[in-house]
């Protein structure tokens, strides 16, 4: 496609729920960053990929979230065991090698509410 | 590690007049980039404007302006002949440059702006 794409756009859980928030990055971008963003605030790093391999997961709340970018390309955010404090839109983006830089991608993020 | 401030949560202008939003960074880097993103409703980040720190010159796109202030670490935008469509969340955001190991955005915590008809 010819921007970011996040699925689903809304994902409501129940506290105790798994869920799996996805991310389709632009073809051929080898970065790819997850954000946090809780209602009202500016976006937190989450984590950082470059091709497969995950260099950064120090924005990582907890050992509950978990990412991956088995192939290079779509990346899954997962988070175990849901909290009522992971209500958060997670957005995420990507860009071409070399980012730092050329413009961040971003899509329109996955709004998560936990009951 | 950097920190970016905006202290203006909401502001708002009149259609077709100028406002500024303002925007502090603290960092000990002396190269590193600095944006103004824009989030309507739809929650898509849209970069308005970005500005290199070894550039003096201050960056324009269109409407939209910055007043870089290096020394002052102050960063604010400036839109002119303001339209509706210009109303959504504006985060001004840091990255460091030449970061091998991915450069992540550090954002401030957004400016809500209302453009009045």
């Known amino acids: 496609g010819a921007g970011v794409s996040q699925s689903p756009r809304y994902k409501v859980a129940k506290r105790g729920q798994d869920v799996a928030l996805r991310c389709d990055p632009i073809?051929?971008?080898?970065?790819l960053f997850w954000y946090q963003q809780a209602l009202g605030q500016g976006p937190e790093f989450l984590t950082y990929?470059?091709?497969?391999?995950?260099?950064?997961k120090s924005g990582l709340p907890s050992d509950r979230f978990f990412a991956e970018r088995p192939e290079g390309s779509v990346s899954t955010l997962k988070i175990q065991r849901t909290q009522q404090e992971d209500s958060a839109v997670y957005l995420c983006?990507?860009?071409?090698?070399?980012?730092?830089?050329?413009?961040?991608?971003f899509g329109n993020g996955t709004r998560l509410t936990v009951t | 590690a950097q920190t970016v401030t905006q202290s203006q949560p909401e502001m708002s202008v009149q259609e077709a007049e100028t406002v500024t939003l303002s925007c502090t960074y603290d960092?000990?880097?002396?190269?590193?980039?600095l944006f103004w993103y824009k989030q309507p409703p739809s929650r898509q980040m849209i970069l308005v404007i970005r500005?290199?720190?070894?550039?003096?010159q201050n960056a324009t796109e269109n409407r939209f302006s910055v007043n870089f202030q290096k020394a002052a670490k102050s960063f604010s935008l400036k839109i002119s002949d303001s339209q509706l469509g210009d109303a959504a969340m504006y985060f001004c955001?840091?990255?460091?440059?030449?970061?091998?190991?991915?450069?992540?955005?550090?954002f401030g915590e957004g400016t809500q702006l209302t453009v009045n008809p």
């Open positions: 983006a990507s860009g071409p090698e070399g980012s730092y830089n050329s413009p961040l991608h």
């Open positions: 073809s051929g971008h080898v970065s």
């Open positions: 990929f470059q091709n497969e391999a995950q260099l950064d």
């Open positions: 960092t000990s880097e002396s190269d590193y980039y």
């Open positions: 500005q290199e720190a070894y550039k003096q």
């Open positions: 955001a840091y990255r460091r440059a030449y970061e091998t190991s991915g450069s992540r955005l550090t």
